[in-house]
């Protein structure tokens, strides 16, 4: 690949900068400088909240580093000078602090200066170049630190000038699309919030009270914003406004530092590093530079990708390196999240579903984030002596953030201990081994991962075959205080709240209901990691409605439960009655990595087991849950009684196609026949070869729509699985076709707007949270594997 960067590199320096092609063209030229604007950084921001109609805020900030702030580019003439917001993260919430704080002008003789603008991101920095006759502004700003960002300002003059810096907090609450929600200021919704501006010797600090309000704004009453400067200024502050003047005789650089600090301790951790980055700023200017450089170096390695496609893969990068979060909080780990600017994503809220896939990726050009992200998920995996919850030891909690639950000592509303994620633990953590052959990692590991596998066998077989089912744990949310599962009856416009398995079972056979709501059933799909699929049970009305005037029964969709108890009858959780075979496929799989783990760390008896485990579970996959007649793979009913055959059950057939079937082909437990009839439904424009294929829902599946969360919109994670699947199986020609025609189809990849979660299968629309890590780590990974020149 370095051919082909160098080659890169002197084209495009030959191109736009009129330099010769040489290996030194390599050297003199950081890759960053080819990949301007990516991802959009404008934006003006009027509201703490400026979000679209989901509640995602409409600006793609830069973050970096793992910082808790982030910073825009101007899009209009106002905002020349000066970078947008900050975007402060408020422990669990993205929230802008002001529309543009330290915003620069500049005066020649009392006249205020009309600058032209040049404002342009790159992987890493920002960028500003301000031109007027006989002056040149050039301001660089990237992050030096987890907490500070690094601001170079320099100034090009033959005249002496007067200097201005302004900003003023953001007094409006919320928007959605523009329109405000509420006719409250920032100060009336939260009077304990406090904000207060404070001049300093160099600069200005901005505090803030403590206010707890779990679902928007979370302060600790401790935290602060922070501006340096190497330059010395008269600030004077009114109420929330600030103007701090400053004047040079001739040409000069001035540094300034941004900080976002949550507590006190942060706050005297970081000042000595603010210090040292005033006094020595180019260090960390070139660090900045170094590091994304390795990124660059590390992560673009495809010669056969086109220039656009490797700016995908650029954009997979920034956005991942966005949603990297520095230790904060109850997270003893950096992590990543799933989004850095969508509504419930953000702060430092961690998914073990999201971590495995963005690890998986970052272990290729970030392999120390990589590895961080799985300790933080496993440094919260239960314990036997846990005081919450014993029973669950091995147990990997769904959602761990910064505040911790009441169960836990803390005021969170984010953490969730209810359910768990499918066991691709073991595929990330074996990745990020081979991308660094730390045979430490593996010796670290590989003990947490037989424990959370164990549990599994444990907590979620209620029928002791091996093959775990898809389930919920104890809990306040789905059970009564004496164990009872409850659930919601909806008749109408009325609703009643039962408990008890013997009652929900009663109910279902009267079939005197619209609709039943079961939080067991939604933690159940949750943990698998595709919420609300069909294959558990769930459908819209208007569809229930048509598959019932076809012939269905509404029983075909109805979904049973059973308790899990240990040997001494305590109650452990809940599991369907249903065999789910994505998750037997990632233990088959989950068995095959932690017995190649075993066997680099000497342990052979450990991995003969789990070889044998693997070996029955893909056995009894292609004996229970394929389907003849229509040649796909199913979850399975688990009957009262084995059947004849050994299987717990028959396939569910009736509730229609979903990428699960395609998973045995994805962890290698497919023979080659069940393989080979897969990839022919794959591949059928009548079921999954859509415009945009592979979505999670086929054409023919009763609950299928185009727009409908889990039951239609493609999904990278799934679309990236099954051309893995393909190629595993002799089918890569077929798989690069795919990619290409997603590559080709999809909204938004090619332009600057942010990666998104989902999209439409039959028009290519983008869906979902902006900046998405799962959808760039898998982008990431089909520019790896599958991108080429067409």
Request: hydrophobic share 35%; charged share 20%.
């Amino acid at each position: 690949m370095l051919t082909n960067k160098t080659t890169l590199a002197c084209t495009i320096a030959s191109v736009l900068l009129m330099v010769g092609c040489s290996q030194k063209t390599q050297e003199t030229h950081h890759l960053a400088t080819y990949y301007k604007n990516v991802i959009n950084r404008t934006g003006s921001p009027e509201y703490m909240r400026d979000t679209d109609s989901d509640e995602h805020q409409v600006y793609s900030p830069f973050f970096d580093d793992g910082a808790w702030h982030g910073h825009l580019l101007p899009d209009n003439k106002e905002g020349i000078g000066g970078f947008p917001g900050p975007a402060l993260l408020t422990e669990e919430y993205i929230n802008f602090m002001a529309n543009n704080f330290d915003r620069l002008s500049v005066y020649q003789n009392s006249q205020k200066v009309d600058f032209k603008m040049e404002a342009y991101s790159l992987p890493g920095a920002l960028k500003q170049v301000l031109t007027a006759p006989g002056i040149n502004i050039e301001m660089t700003l990237r992050f030096a630190s987890n907490r500070t960002s690094l601001l170079e300002t320099q100034i090009t003059t033959d005249k002496p000038l007067d200097l201005v810096w302004d900003g003023q907090l953001m007094e409006q609450v919320f928007a959605k699309n523009g329109h405000s929600q509420t006719n409250k200021t920032i100060d009336q919704t939260y009077p304990n919030y406090k904000r207060t501006l404070i001049p300093t010797t160099d600069g200005l600090t901005v505090t803030f009270g403590k206010v707890r309000s779990t679902w928007d704004l979370l302060t600790s009453g401790e935290s602060e914003y922070q501006i340096h400067k190497t330059i010395p200024m008269k600030t004077t502050i009114e109420g929330h406004q600030f103007t701090a003047r400053s004047h040079i005789d001739a040409s000069t650089t001035i540094y300034t530092t941004y900080s976002h600090v949550l507590t006190k301790e942060e706050n005297q951790t970081e000042q000595a590093k603010i210090k040292d980055m005033l006094l020595n700023p180019q260090f960390y200017i070139q660090a900045s530079q170094q590091r994304w450089q390795g990124y660059l170096d590390k992560g673009l390695v495809n010669p056969n990708a086109t220039f656009a496609q490797e700016r995908v893969a650029v954009k997979a990068i920034e956005t991942l390196n966005a949603n990297w979060r520095g230790a904060a909080g109850a997270m003893k780990f950096d992590s990543v999240t799933p989004s850095v600017t969508a509504r419930w994503f953000s702060g430092n809220q961690t998914w073990p579903w999201d971590t495995w896939k963005q690890a998986y990726a970052m272990a290729h050009f970030n392999p120390e984030v990589a590895k961080d992200n799985i300790r933080a998920v496993f440094s919260y995996q239960i314990q036997e002596n846990d005081p919450v919850r014993p029973w669950d030891a091995g147990f990997v909690p769904d959602l761990i953030a910064y505040n911790k639950s009441p169960e836990r000592g803390g005021d969170g509303g984010n953490w969730n201990e209810r359910n768990t994620k499918p066991s691709l633990a073991a595929w990330a953590v074996m990745e990020v081994y081979r991308t660094t052959q730390d045979k430490a990692w593996l010796t670290e590991m590989y003990p947490k991962l037989v424990a959370y596998h164990n549990w599994w066998l444990h907590n979620r077989d209620n029928n002791h075959n091996g093959v775990p089912e898809y389930g919920a744990t104890r809990d306040k949310a789905h059970n009564t205080a004496d164990g009872k599962m409850l659930f919601t009856v909806i008749k109408g416009d009325t609703s009643e709240t039962f408990a008890g398995l013997d009652k929900y079972q009663a109910i279902l056979k009267t079939e005197h209901y619209d609709s039943i709501e079961i939080p067991a059933q939604t933690a159940a799909s949750w943990e698998s990691g595709r919420d609300d699929a069909a294959v558990f049970g769930f459908i819209d009305p208007d569809q229930m409605k048509k598959y019932l005037a076809q012939g269905g029964k509404r029983s075909d969709w109805d979904v049973s439960f059973a308790q899990n108890r240990d040997e001494k009858g305590t109650l452990l959780g809940y599991s369907l009655l249903q065999e789910s075979v994505d998750q037997a496929s990632y233990m088959v799989s989950d068995n095959y990595y932690l017995a190649e783990m075993a066997t680099i760390l000497g342990n052979d008896s450990d991995a003969t087991i789990f070889t044998q485990k693997a070996a029955n579970l893909a056995d009894y996959i292609n004996h229970c849950m394929f389907d003849e007649k229509t040649g796909y793979f199913y979850d399975i009913r688990i009957e009262t009684t084995p059947l004849a055959n050994g299987c717990a059950g028959r396939p569910i057939v009736e509730r229609g196609k979903g990428p699960e079937g395609w998973s045995p082909l994805f962890n290698g437990a497919a023979t080659q026949a069940h393989a080979d009839a897969v990839v022919k439904v794959m591949e059928d424009s009548k079921e999954f070869d859509t415009y945009v294929p592979l979505g999670t829902a086929s054409l023919t599946n009763p609950a299928f729509g185009p727009d409908i969360y889990w039951r239609g919109r493609v999904w990278v994670d799934q679309f990236y699985f099954g051309l893995k699947g393909m190629e595993k199986y002799g089918y890569r020609d077929d798989a690069v076709r795919m990619a290409n025609t997603f590559f080709a189809n999809a909204d938004g990849l090619v332009g600057d707007g942010p990666i998104r979660e989902n999209y439409n299968p039959l028009t290519g629309a983008q869906q979902g949270a902006p900046n998405f890590s799962w959808s760039a780590a898998h982008l990431y990974m089909l520019y790896n594997d599958f991108f080429t020149k067409q």
